[in-house]
Nanobody, 125 residues
Framework: QVQLVESGGGLVQAGGSLRLSCAAS????????MGWFRQAPGKEREFVAA????????YYVDSVKGRFTISRDNAKNTVYLQMNNLKPEDTAVYYC??????????????????WGQGTQVTVSS
């Protein structure tokens, strides 16, 4: 089990950038793949990106490819989401979560666990 705390959200204009961080406690962080999801008001939680336990591979939802980059630093027990060229439709609460390595490749929220409390990202037009 890991405990996750997101930070780095805020208000930004369209075209701007933000870097989200997700700090994990517990010695098992590197045992998990990690992912980011987002949830806009009135919508279901949506997969954004995930990264392998080593950081060597990652995958993204099509709508953020080329704009967002997920990375991790296992020495710091932290996973990041660099978001560039932000659009108003990126406005949501962003959550990080852990994924069993055996399920790596999944984008289903039900396969992820240890959810953080979320951080709000608001993109103005």
């Amino acid at each position: 089990q890991v405990q996750l705390v997101e930070s780095g959200g805020g208000l930004v204009q369209a075209g701007g950038s933000l870097r989200l961080s997700c700090a994990a406690s517990g010695r098992t962080f590197r045992s998990y793949a990690m992912g980011w999801f987002r949830q806009a008001p009135g919508k279901e939680r949506e997969f954004v990106a995930a990264i392998s336990w080593s950081g060597g591979t990652s995958y993204y939802v099509d709508s953020v490819k080329g704009r967002f980059t997920i990375s991790r630093d296992n020495a710091k027990n932290t996973v990041y989401l660099q978001m560039n060229n932000l659009k108003p439709e990126d406005t949501a609460v962003y959550y990080c979560a852990a994924l069993d390595n055996r399920l790596y490749g999944s984008s289903r929220a039900a396969d992820f666990g240890s959810w953080g409390q979320g951080t709000q990202v608001t993109v103005s037009s």
